[in-house]
């Protein structure tokens, strides 16, 4: 594994929070991911900032491309008691419509309309809530930040399991090539035994016909093929990993070849030690795909 062996590799898990205060509110925003299919990113900021939603999510789809992100935003305030005002023209006003209609003037609902009572909180002026915004956003992006971190540092592990099950794979392939060089002989005195066997130690057996058998039954079990290929799928796979960026789907996609390959490894093995590299290979690249899935 190199040194630069699993850098900028983000898993899809991972947790964010960063804190903001001013001097009438504090805000805390809380970002978790886990595993999605592509970026699903789910918001819950209330208090009036739903009006950011645009901004919040071109960050976050700036710093993530899949995982499924819940995002809130807690803010409370901690000034002292504001001054409260109560629109009495207003207040007539609906009191007169609740009378017209026959319907129950009751005061708690009355004031909890809008416009009926008027928070100092409330009343505060265009470049005051621009700052807010502007400061509740630098908070968000300290929070993405910790979830980037947090995912990377996860990420950045499993890029390293999975190259040492690349190895692995790389190990067993070199085991099938070596079996598969010795493959040809083996073929060759196993049909002569059987044939001598059939026919009898007196019966002669014609080599020409004996060798264009062997060449049928060869070509039939060549492995070759499947060897370069799954030589060239280890080769595609560290470069993934060690090129950093999303993989999670190249990666699930590599493990489906490298599948199909041990298959038709496994079913063109005429020997039980050729047979159980196949089978150690699928274990291995199953591990390969679970462990695919958890990347960005």
Request: hydrophobic share 40%; aromatic share 4%.
């Amino acid at each position: 594994m190199t040194a630069d062996s699993g850098a900028n590799v983000q898993s899809m898990t991972g947790f964010g929070r960063a804190e903001g205060v001013d001097d009438r509110y504090r805000w805390a925003w809380e970002v978790r991911s886990v595993n999605g299919r592509g970026l699903d990113i789910r918001l819950r900021v209330g208090m009036g900032f739903e009006r950011l939603d645009q901004q919040i999510r071109k960050r976050l789809s700036g710093a993530f491309a899949r995982g499924s992100l819940s995002v809130s935003l807690d803010l409370r305030s901690h000034a002292e008691q504001p001054d409260i005002q109560v629109n009495e023209a207003f207040l007539n006003t609906l009191e007169e419509i609740c009378r017209i209609r026959g319907q129950e003037a009751r005061i708690d609902r009355l004031l909890s309309i809008r416009g009926v009572v008027d928070a100092s909180d409330e009343r505060q002026s265009a470049a005051e809530d621009a700052d807010r915004c502007a400061a509740v956003l630098r908070t968000l992006d300290e929070a993405v930040g910790g979830l980037r971190d947090a995912r990377l540092e996860e990420g950045g592990q499993t890029a390293g399991v999975l190259l040492t099950r690349i190895a692995e794979i790389e190990e067993l392939v070199e085991r099938a090539a070596g079996l598969d060089s010795a493959r040809l002989p083996a073929i060759r005195d196993r049909m002569m035994t059987q044939i001598e066997e059939l026919l009898g130690a007196g019966d002669a057996v014609d080599p020409e016909r004996l060798a264009q058998e062997v060449a049928v039954l060869a070509t039939k079990a060549d492995i070759r093929e499947e060897l370069d290929r799954l030589t060239a799928h280890v080769g595609a796979a560290r470069g993934l990993l060690n090129g950093g960026g999303p993989m999670g789907r190249k990666l699930d996609f590599l493990s489906q070849e490298f599948n199909r390959e041990a298959n038709t490894l496994c079913s063109k093995s005429s020997d039980t030690e050729l047979t159980q590299i196949g089978l150690d290979l699928k274990a291995v690249i199953d591990q390969v795909k679970e462990q695919s899935a958890n990347l960005e």
